[in-house]
T-cell receptor, first 112, second 110 residues
């Protein structure tokens, strides 16, 4: 039962352009969402989060948008850099911080 | 501060065997969560321990178990290994503000 879905397994973007990674969830009780970045042979590292009381959170080149009615969130990276090439996971939780449901990941390739 | 450490980093076992994985959280963190990562499935939550007690549990069979010690170090045990248990097992420690992941243990079951 995949409660968080990332339907694009991979994405290729030119350096300097915008990368948009998408994530859908099914459980309307989720109220806290995060994005993680993962390089090979390393554990995921936290990137940015958003709670359900907001619809946008920005941190430098990274912005997360939350559309609660559509149960959809997206991560925008502007401008994309080759060092952003990694697998990105979205995750959601239900007022229970330490039990997260993860998507299957999107592999982003930023071409120089 | 040292990060989350996991041992061993790589492990090869055969079907039917059992395995124990270890995770040392960041100093001061009392919560340790375990996740299984397989291709196409993303990270799936196994369980979370807080102050030596299992606080949350995912939907894995009873062959998967864990425990946490008084120093917050945690172990995960998988008994009667199956081929489908081959995966990257990640642990994450938390101070209830943010989760920090270890590098994972790559388990291969032959």
């Amino acid at each position: 039962d995949q409660q968080v879905k990332q339907n694009s397994p991979s994405l290729s973007v030119q350096e300097g352009r915008i990368s948009i990674l998408n994530c859908d969830y099914t459980n309307s009780m989720f109220d806290y969402f995060l994005w993680y970045k993962k390089y090979p042979a390393e554990g995921p590292t936290f990137l940015i989060s958003i709670s359900s009381i907001k619809d946008k959170n920005e941190d430098g080149r990274f912005t997360v948008f939350l559309n609660k009615s559509a149960k959809h969130l997206s991560l925008h990276i502007v401008p994309s850099q080759p060092g952003d090439s990694a697998v990105y996971f979205c995750a959601a939780s239900r007022s229970n911080f330490n039990k997260f449901y993860f998507g299957s990941g999107t592999k982003l390739n930023v071409k120089p | 501060k040292a990060g989350v450490t996991q041992t061993p980093r790589y492990l090869i076992k055969t079907r039917g065997q059992q395995v124990t994985l270890s995770c040392s959280p960041i100093s001061g963190h009392r919560s340790v969560s375990w996740y299984q990562q397989t291709p196409g499935q993303g990270l799936q939550f196994l369980f979370e321990y807080f102050s030596e007690t299992q606080r949350n549990k995912g939907n894995f069979p009873g062959r998967f178990s864990g425990r946490q010690f008084s120093n917050s170090r945690s172990e995960m045990n998988v008994s009667t290994l199956e081929l489908g248990d081959s995966a990257l097992y990640l642990c994450a420690s938390s101070d209830d503000n943010e989760q920090f992941f270890g590098p994972g243990t790559r388990l291969t079951v032959l």
